[in-house]
């Protein structure tokens, strides 16, 4: 399943609406983090191909109409 934390795993700071999002694990990360890191900054994944993509947002599943 995609980490759907809120900031990024190379700085910790806050991610913004445009992301970095990882093949391999769907990590998400800044721009500038990927290619300061060379790849995923998760522990094991070490991937390295991405995509730019816009952040998912959550949503509440069990809220009614």
């Not at 806050?14 to 990590?27: A, D, I």
Request: positive net charge.
């Amino acid at each position: 399943a995609p980490r759907q934390d809120t900031s990024c795993p190379v700085c910790g700071e806050p991610l913004g609406e445009l992301v970095r999002r990882c093949n391999r694990c769907r990590t998400e990360h800044h721009e500038d983090c990927w290619q300061y890191f060379g790849g995923c900054a998760v522990f094991a994944c070490q991937a390295r191909k991405s995509r730019k993509d816009r952040r998912q947002r959550r949503t509440d599943s069990g809220a009614g109409p």
